[in-house]
């Protein structure tokens, strides 16, 4: 970037600090993409709603029920069920709902691993997925703290602070493949933007960092909770060095969240949030340009951040939103009857 366009050096370590949305070092991201993240930040600018992102899945909901949509909460997709070729239905912990379109919001190599006919899966796919990267920085660990003090008593003033260890996104990227290397955090205070987050008289914050999946997976049961312990002392103690606020005397509650969390919950493979590495040849742009050849198997498509626009909220968004429109249209053509 800086080669191309002759930015100064401060300037790309600034505009630089967004790498860890995509997961993906500069020196490997296609610029397309990481420029079209940077203007949606600066043109459209960031939203922050009043129940966090959450908030925005809720709306989506309401919305859904009032369009006359039903929800089954608590309930798996366990398989998907063909007539030939076509998908006819989905086999879930609640029963079986037959359907002509699916949009599954689950890793292709899941789908095609332990969700369908081996026989039906295509040798593209097959060949594919042993090509693509689960997103290697996008391990997530985050940990929140609930605090018995003010933002304004403790003297934070800012919504988010990133942290890094070094500018050198490359370097950074490199020191996420081991837990005692990485110096890389990001601090939210939600009470600064959302007063009555929590609370009178008290405020929470979170750390988030991320990793690559060689420490975390040789971690030891019997090493699990020492770890997290040590992590979330690590984030408080780059806090209190960097930005100049000691928030350990005030804590009243903890929660921490690790890669085997968020695999556990997500379903996401090793925990990774971001889908698939998108440097190189598996970039965005690569996989918008051949979008029909992402969803071969005739009424199936996956969403969510493995799907061709990657990882983020809007990118997700997006992402369901097109896969539905081709559904739909699918539907009303009379396809996959």
């Known amino acids: 970037m800086k080669k ?4 100064p050096q401060k300037a790309i370590d600034i505009l630089s600090v967004y790498w860890c949305y995509l997961g993906v070092p500069l020196d490997e991201i296609n610029f397309l993409h990481f420029g079209n993240m940077l203007d949606m930040y600066i043109t459209r600018r960031a939203v922050i709603p009043h129940h966090t992102s959450h908030e925005i899945s809720m709306t989506f909901m309401e919305r859904f029920y009032e369009l006359g949509g039903e929800a089954w909460f608590n309930c798996r997709a366990e398989e998907f069920l063909f007539d030939g ?3 006819c239905g989905v086999k879930t912990s609640l029963g079986t709902v037959e359907c002509k379109q699916v949009l599954a919001n689950i890793n292709p190599d899941i789908i095609y691993a332990k969700m ?8 593209r796919e097959k060949k594919l997925s042993a090509a693509r990267n689960h997103n290697y920085s996008a391990r997530m660990f985050v940990c929140y703290f609930a605090l018995n003090k003010t933002a304004e008593e ?4 800012d919504y988010t602070v990133f942290f890094p260890g070094t500018s050198d996104t490359r370097k950074e990227f490199e020191s996420f493949r081991h837990i005692d290397t990485n110096e890389f955090t990001i601090l939210l205070c939600y009470n600064t933007l959302i007063p009555d987050f929590s609370p009178e008289g008290t405020c929470v914050c979170s750390f988030t960092s991320m990793f690559g999946p060689d420490d975390w997976n040789d971690v030891k049961p019997e090493d699990y909770f020492k770890l997290k312990d040590k992590i979330a002392k690590k984030c408080l103690k780059t806090m209190k060095e ?3 606020v000691d928030i350990e005397p005030y804590i009243e ?6 890669p085997m969390t968020f695999a556990r919950y997500l379903g ?6 971001y889908g698939y590495d998108l440097g190189g040849w598996d970039a965005m742009l690569a996989r918008m340009m051949q979008i029909p050849e992402e969803f071969p198997i005739k009424g199936l498509r996956h969403i969510g951040a493995a799907s061709f626009r990657g990882d983020g909220y809007s990118s997700t968004w997006i992402n369901g939103d097109m896969c539905a429109a081709m559904a739909c249209s699918e539907l009303k053509e009379g396809g996959n009857k």
Do not use: F, N, Q, R
Request: net charge negative.
């Open 4 to 7: 191309a366009i002759k930015l």
């Open 85 to 87: 070729d076509h998908i």
């Open 116 to 123: 369908m006919p081996k026989e039906l899966v295509p040798e």
């Open 154 to 157: 403790l003297g934070i003033k």
């Open 242 to 244: 960097k930005y100049g």
């Open 253 to 258: 509650e903890v929660e921490i969240a690790t």
């Open 268 to 273: 996401t493979p090793e925990g990774s949030t």
